[in-house]
């Protein structure tokens, strides 16, 4: 008996009230963290909908950073 899955094509994302079109653009302060200034470099550039999509990052992080200073969401 052969069994297929549906893909889902879209990620689904937690959005936590973040505009989901915005860019995540990193502004240069290096966080402590290793792992964080990682993070704020790999996602620079993507949409608040593909960082979530990545895994590496949840709503709250991008809030935090946000209110740290490290990134700022800006338009397209």
Same mark, same amino acid.
């Given at each position: 008996?052969?069994?297929?899955?549906?893909?889902?094509?879209?990620?689904?994302?937690?959005?936590?009230? #973040?505009?989901?079109? #915005?860019?995540?653009t990193a502004t240069g302060?290096?966080? $402590?963290?290793?792992?964080?200034?990682? $993070?704020?470099?790999?996602?620079?550039?993507?949409?608040?909908?593909?960082?979530?999509?990545? $895994? #590496?990052?949840?709503?709250?992080?991008?809030?935090?950073?946000?209110? $740290?200073?490290?990134?700022? #969401?800006?338009?397209?």
């Amino acid at each position: 008996m052969k069994t297929t899955t549906k893909k889902n094509p879209e990620v689904k994302v937690n959005l936590g009230g #973040l505009n989901g079109d #915005l860019i995540y653009t990193a502004t240069g302060k290096v966080a $402590r963290a290793k792992h964080n200034a990682e $993070r704020h470099v790999a996602l620079n550039g993507k949409t608040v909908t593909e960082a979530l999509a990545t $895994r #590496l990052v949840n709503a709250q992080d991008i809030k935090y950073d946000l209110a $740290r200073g490290f990134i700022t #969401l800006e338009e397209k």
